[in-house]
């Protein structure tokens, strides 16, 4: 049995009292170590240094910063085995996910690494003789970053890296079910220079260290990936102070298919971003919309397809897809399924629990969904696609538009028109021609509208304007 710490002021926090129990998913939630878990007092001091390191970090120049980043990726590269390993028995990732994973969080840290220009601001010429204009970037000192279980990795990976090359101090609260992949990177990025007391590792519950450490008045901003219940809890909570906000929070992503598209690779994007993480990503197609003329042929297509997915041990390279984290997401999936077969909904494919130990449930198609159904609005987070059809791309874009979220959708089809039509209507931060409403790039902007977010993009060198202050110098002589 492991047993793993913290990093809580300058040092790391073994545990004492009572822990966290990580379990693995993929074996009825055996448990495969436990971590400190910490309390308010634990949050407090945190807090504190991260306050007190902050002048002291955010005085070294972008470059320093950025070589910090350089050095912690090419540590977590030469562990990458290792961490993919750990996130396999923590999430149920199978092999190839959990490896993409680690390697994009490697990415992650480099590409922002090769950012450290962009925070030079920029110099321009008044509109009066001998006056001049520059602004400049500044850290907004302690933030806090709280991460999901669903991407351990690279999750606390697109956060910790803008906020520091930013020159801002982080206080990390990984979800609970999967604190071990944090805590790698965090031990990558002390090994690699980061002054002490930069990175604060804050394990344990929401109510008991995340609700103080966001509240917190020397916290100066916040960003929060999680459910939408959660998410907007913590709007509430932040609705009276001045605490920069940002919400990545929950989707109902649709992939529209015209008769003109090519079925074979449309279903290809469509079961890939409807399945892997076995449907427990934000990101996941949840939702296929089809015209009239190809709605059968697809659902049959989407159907066959579903049923050749291999389901089981993450460790096995044939698996295609792993466990739901636990057994609570079963049961969540199994009420979405009974109480839309009960609207109307048929089960064309899977729909039930896969008879083995862990958390493993069937890829699921449900046909004869209609936009009235909960189903079709809400979010399932799990391996559950429902197909509906639709008469013309204004209906599309209507029945795309029909739901509380707005993160991702796709549109396939060969008419430049069509694709133009959807790209400006549809009412979703991000819109994907011919592709899958997953697997967005790291330069790429990330974020969505409605209940998906709060506006500020993930990612890209976008990322950092949440991360920093723009302050404007005006220089003049009379």
Known sequence: MRELGCYVGREWVRPKGSTIEVRNPATNGDVIARVAQLGVADVDRAVGVAAEVSPGWAARSPWQRAEVLRKAADLLENRAARVAKDLMEENGKPLSE???????????????????????????????????????????????AVTPWNVPAAGPARKLAPALLAGNTVLLKPATATPITAIHLVECLYEAGADPGVVQLLCGSGPVVGQPLCCDPRVRAVSFTGSTAVGLQLKNA???????????????????????????????????????????????????LAQREIY?????????????????????????????????GIRRVEGFIRRAVKEGARIMTGGQRIPRPGYFFEPTILSHVHPGMEISREEVFGPV??????????????????????????????????????????????????GPTAGIELPAPFGGFKLSGTGWKEHGPESLEFYTRTKLVSWGWS
């Not at 003109?260 to 279903?267: C, F, N, Q, V």
């Not at 697809?298 to 460790?315: H, K």
């Open 385 to 434: 696609l429902s197909v509906m059809d639709f008469g013309s791309v204004e209906q599309s874009v209507e029945l795309l538009n029909a739901t509380p979220y707005g993160l991702s959708c796709a549109v396939h089809t060969r008419d430049i028109r069509t694709a133009q039509f959807v790209a400006k209507n549809a009412d979703c931060g991000i819109v994907v021609v011919n």
């Open 98 to 144: 959990a490896q993409g994973e680690v390697a994009k969080s490697i990415v992650t840290f480099r590409y922002y690494a090769g950012l450290a220009a962009a925070l030079d601001g920029r110099a321009f010429e008044g509109g009066a003789p001998q006056l001049r204009h520059e602004t400049r970037k500044e850290p907004l000192g302690p933030v806090a």
């Open 296 to 328: 059968q042929p697809l659902l049959e297509l989407l159907a066959t397809r579903a049923r050749s997915f291999v389901v089981g041990d993450p460790f096995d390279q044939a698996t295609q897809m792993g466990p739901l984290i636990d057994e609570a």
């Open 238 to 288: 932040l609705g009276r102070s001045m605490t920069r906000l940002q919400l990545e929070l929950g989707g109902k992503n649709a992939a529209l298919v015209f008769s003109d598209a090519d079925l074979g690779t449309a279903s290809s994007h469509i079961l890939g971003a409807a399945f892997a993480s076995a449907g427990q990503q934000c990101t996941a197609t949840s939702r296929v």
